[in-house]
């Protein structure tokens, strides 16, 4: 299996693998998909399906959605399926009866899918319940095409770590980071100044901060750019997508906050960039489609001979235009950076209140604005309960993880009530 790479990164060793390490795969890939069911689950499966041959399905997995499951557990012939709902597991028994394909049920079931023998895993599933399954996929030393930021977010440091241990390549399957990740190449560590990221800026970056307040969730769910699942998408509304993108960053190639910078770019052609000590800046662009990072990943260290995805035509786009993020009308972000220089928990209890609140919002319980101003307010109690201390363990994050959430929980009420 791959080995860690030493040279990119001299002696901040990382497990972001460096294009030259090549990795043992088998001739024909085998392949895991956690998340199969959801819209990164199904860009994978896209282009597996445009590649018969050469990718075996050892297993997939989903929380709730037996049809869509058992429908992709068919088409690919996958050895073992894993349903996270436990009450769905006759169900979906039923549903691959005749096939040769094992199923399994609960959070066991779906960490059992990471544990198989797999040459790559694609981690795919949303929030920070994607955080024990990622890690059973890396502990094995597998390649994990890493699309889960919450994962990062929540365990960080400790997650780097912990792959690195174990020999795990970590491919960055978000598409600002596969950008910056094709981009570093171009230079040595010593030699960066800083990366910067973009954003689409979501379906509100022009609108009033009085409107923002008011939006509704079908407002929300309208991005200009991406086709995305439901918490991203409104992740992207808010910029708190982009909060918890600057997180990864910081702990996928060990850089400070002050190393990484995010520009408005409305066209979506531009993922990330890195700027170099000779002021040479490395871009990486392509069309808003998911398929494209996707690819890379799962062609690393080669690349694909021909994706699904549409070809770039600058020409008919015009435009690129970039503008600074507002940091006063997307306050999500100037948290982010804050959770992130603050360190010893703080990203986890970010990204713990964001979950809750994303799902209150969804529920109607909060008005949009009050996304940020319950991350600010769980945030802010738990530095003031003295609780921040280093993460050294899984279990340690998701404590943390567990008792923010109930901190966001209890704060929900009040913040539902106070007008912005
Ligand atoms: P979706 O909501 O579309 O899909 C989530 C997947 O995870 C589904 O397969 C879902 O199953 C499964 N799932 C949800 N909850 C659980 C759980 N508790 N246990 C096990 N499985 C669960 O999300 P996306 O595909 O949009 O995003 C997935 C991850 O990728 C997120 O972390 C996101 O931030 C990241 N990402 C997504 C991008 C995108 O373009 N969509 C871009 C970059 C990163 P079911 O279908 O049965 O509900
Ligand atoms: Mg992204």
């Known amino acids: ?3 860690v790479a030493l040279l990119w990164f001299g002696e901040h ?14 001739a024909v890939r085998s392949v895991t998909v956690l998340g199969a069911t959801g819209s990164i689950g199904d860009s994978t499966m896209d282009l597996l399906r445009a590649a018969p041959g050469l990718y075996r399905v050892e297993a997939l997995t989903g929380n709730s959605n037996v049809r869509g499951l058992a429908s992709l557990a068919r088409e690919f012939d996958a050895r073992f399926v894993a349903i996270a709902d436990p009450s769905r597991l006759v169900e979906l028994k039923e549903a691959l009866a005749g096939t040769r394909t094992e199923c399994g049920a609960g959070e066991s079931a779906i960490i059992e899918a990471a544990a198989r023998p797999a040459d790559w895993v694609m981690a795919a599933v949303s929030g920070a319940a994607g955080l024990k399954p990622a890690l059973a996929a890396v502990d094995r030393g597998a390649t994990v095409a890493l699309a889960n930021k919450e994962c990062l977010v929540c365990a960080g440091d400790f997650f780097m770590q912990r792959a690195q241990k174990a020999g795990a390549c970590i491919l960055p399957a978000d598409s600002e980071h596969n950008a910056l990740f094709q981009a570093l190449g171009s230079g040595n560590r010593e030699e960066l100044v800083r990366v910067i990221i973009t954003a689409s800026g979501g379906p509100f970056r022009t609108w009033d901060p009085a409107d ?16 995305m699942g439901q918490k991203i998408t409104i992740d992207s509304a808010s910029m708190m997508n982009k909060g918890l993108e600057v997180i990864e960053a910081a702990y996928l190639f060990s850089l400070t906050p002050d190393q990484i910078d995010v520009l408005v770019h409305p066209q979506s052609i531009v993922h990330g960039m890195v700027e170099f000590s000779d002021q040479s800046v490395v871009a990486q662009l392509g ?15 080669d690349r694909i001979s021909k994706g699904p995805a549409a070809r770039l035509d600058l020409a008919k786009i015009g435009q690129l235009t970039f503008e600074e993020p507002d940091f006063e009308r997307f306050p999500a972000l100037r948290l982010a950076y804050e ?7 703080a990203t986890t209890v970010f990204n713990a209140a964001n979950e809750v609140a994303v799902a209150a919002f969804i529920a109607g319980q909060i008005k949009f604005g009050a996304i940020a101003r319950l991350v600010e307010a769980t945030l802010e109690a738990w530095i003031r309960s003295g609780n921040l201390a280093p993460l050294e363990s899984a279990d340690d994050a998701i404590a943390v ?7 966001a929980a209890s704060l929900l009420p009040q913040i539902a009530l106070k007008a912005s």
């Open 401 to 407: 993880d567990h008792k923010a959430r109930n901190k």
């Open 287 to 301: 069309a808003p489609d998911m398929r494209i990072p996707i690819a890379h990943c799962l062609g690393w260290p």
């Open 13 to 26: 060793m990382s497990a972001v693998p460096l294009r030259n390490n090549k990795a043992a795969f088998s």
């Open 1 to 3: 299996m791959a080995s």
């Open 339 to 345: 959770s992130l220089r603050t360190g010893r928990g």
């Open 212 to 227: 923002i307040e008011q939006a509704t969730l079908a407002q929300a769910l309208k991005h200009p750019n991406w086709s």
